[in-house]
């Protein structure tokens, strides 16, 4: 490899994993591909789109990394339940994800090998009521570790206000923060992007309210500009399809107000718990 002066530089390793692949930009990648040299195994890639959460969109092969026909596709579920799954490949309704090639992807026969209750959902009047229900909820599973209990807001203001509203009733919570949880014990609570990767016993996803999941600017997006329109709606699908498949025992949605237009497939088919 020329390194721009005549002379020759090698290559610095001979194999790179590289995991939440989707989630690169093209400089990543042109700089993974400048690091070793093309060959049988030299980079192995693990990623999935539908859980895309950033504007990283990429045609793999247009950036010298050749992927057709030398990939593979997991489709066992070791972290959650079938029905909890169930209910997550839901929130990603008909949108259509890409391979990192520039052609299609499907989370067809995608399935785990656990087995659990579904998903509970709470209809509450406002964000005050969500919170109390949360700590009331949290309270009622008595012995869970409360570091395996975990909620996730779409909001970093809403963290903090769940966070105080457990403090009121005794619960100590941890927020997470770009380097992981600030703490060692108690419940973790975070935004959804903050979840990427992690994983938890009991799941709770509050907020989950239309004009914040999605947020009310990318629904006006819908008429003045379509194309960003469809990329930040399913970003935003992504997004709570992640912290959904954090869950690995139960999980439990709250929204207050009328809900995200993500989960009328779960309200249709399991009406909610109201307040």
Do not use: C
Not at 75 to 91: D, E, F, G, H, P
Not at 94 to 113: M, N, W
Not at 205 to 233: C, F, K, N, S, W
């Amino acid at each position: 490899m020329a390194d721009g002066s005549g002379g020759w530089l090698r290559y610095r390793y001979r194999h790179i994993v590289v995991d939440e692949a989707q989630d690169l930009r093209p400089a990543h990648w042109k700089m993974l591909r400048a690091m070793t040299a093309p060959d049988r195994n030299d980079l192995f890639l693990v990623g999935d789109t539908h859980q895309r959460i950033y504007k990283n969109q990429v045609t793999l092969g247009s950036l010298g990394i050749n992927i057709r026909g030398r990939s593979s596709k997991l489709s066992l579920s070791y972290r959650t339940t079938r029905q909890i799954l169930r209910s997550a490949l839901n929130v990603l309704g008909d949108e259509t994800y890409d391979d990192l090639d520039g052609s299609s992807e499907t989370l067809a026969g995608y399935r785990s090998v656990l087995s659990g209750g579904v998903p509970d959902l709470h209809r509450l009047s406002d964000w005050a009521e969500e919170r109390e229900a949360i700590a009331a909820l949290i309270e009622s599973w008595g012995q869970v570790p409360h570091e395996q209990i975990a909620i996730a807001v779409p909001t970093n203001q809403m963290a903090s206000e769940a966070a105080y509203a457990l403090a009121q009733h005794g619960i100590r919570a941890l927020e997470i923060g770009p380097d992981g949880p600030r703490g060692d014990s108690g419940v973790h609570i975070g935004t959804m992007f903050r979840f990427k990767g992690l994983e938890y016993q009991r799941m709770i996803i509050a907020g989950v309210t239309d004009g914040l999941v999605p947020r009310a600017d990318v629904q006006r997006r819908r008429t003045t500009d379509p194309a960003r329109y469809r990329t930040e709606m399913q970003r935003a699908r992504s997004l709570l399809f992640v912290a959904a498949t954090r869950a690995r025992d139960s999980l439990d949605v709250f929204w207050h107000g009328e809900p995200s237009p993500f989960l009328e497939e779960l309200i249709r088919v399991r009406p909610p718990v109201a307040a």
